[in-house]
Every structure is written in structure tokens, then in C-alpha cells.
């Protein structure tokens, strides 16, 4: 058992000293959940909605319809603008009539 530790610890130090100092990206990957049983790729989540505010609220004056006469009928409506904020970052605004 003792001469099982030392092959280890010498193999795992000379992994450290030959390697380069400087690499790009990153030497191992380790994934840990998520995959696809025997599937030898792992699967991204898509980005979820973490939060969602109400950025702006605001009510118009729209017409809803012309009478016959011609005369137009007005209604108060009220616009409500969201912006919905997602887990990689990035957000998306939307507006909603109330």
C-alpha cells in the first residue's frame, strides 16, 4: 500500500511540473449530474426566468370603435411594461395591456 501512495503522489506531481504554465482553456472537465445516461456529451439547461419586474405603467386614451355617426368612443386602457430577467444574463422587455 505504501509503494501504491508514492507511485501516485509522483505520478500526480510530475502531471503538475511538465505541464505548461501557460494554456488556453481549461485542461479537464469534470460534470457531475445532467447527462444522458450512456450518452458521451452533456446537455446545456436552457436559461430560466429568475425574476420579472414591472419597469413602467402607464394608462391612454385609446378609441375602441367609430359610431355610426362617426363619432369615436374612447376607453382608458392601462400598459404595463415587464422586463423579464434570465439565469445566463441576458433579459427581455414585453408590454401588456391591462
Given at each position: 500500500m505504501?509503494?501504491?501512495?508514492?507511485?501516485?503522489?509522483v505520478?500526480?506531481?510530475?502531471?503538475?511540473i511538465?505541464?505548461p504554465?501557460?494554456e488556453a482553456?481549461?485542461?479537464?472537465?469534470?460534470?457531475?449530474?445532467?447527462g444522458?445516461?450512456g450518452?458521451?456529451?452533456?446537455?446545456?439547461?436552457?436559461?430560466?426566468?429568475?425574476?420579472t419586474?414591472?419597469?413602467?405603467?402607464?394608462?391612454e386614451?385609446?378609441?375602441?370603435?367609430?359610431?355610426?355617426?362617426?363619432?369615436?368612443?374612447?376607453?382608458?386602457?392601462?400598459?404595463i411594461t415587464?422586463?423579464?430577467?434570465?439565469?445566463?444574463g441576458s433579459?427581455?422587455?414585453y408590454?401588456r395591456?391591462?
Open positions: 505504501k509503494k501504491f501512495i508514492i507511485a501516485a503522489a505520478t500526480l506531481t510530475g502531471l503538475f511538465t505541464a504554465e501557460a482553456g481549461p485542461r479537464f472537465s469534470v460534470q457531475i449530474g445532467g444522458h445516461g450518452h458521451g456529451h452533456g446537455c446545456k439547461r436552457a436559461p430560466y426566468i429568475v425574476r419586474i414591472e419597469v413602467c405603467r402607464r394608462c386614451r385609446v378609441v375602441s370603435y367609430y359610431r355610426p355617426c362617426g363619432t369615436p368612443v374612447y376607453r382608458h386602457v392601462t400598459i415587464y422586463r423579464s430577467i434570465y439565469s445566463n433579459s427581455r422587455t408590454t395591456y391591462a
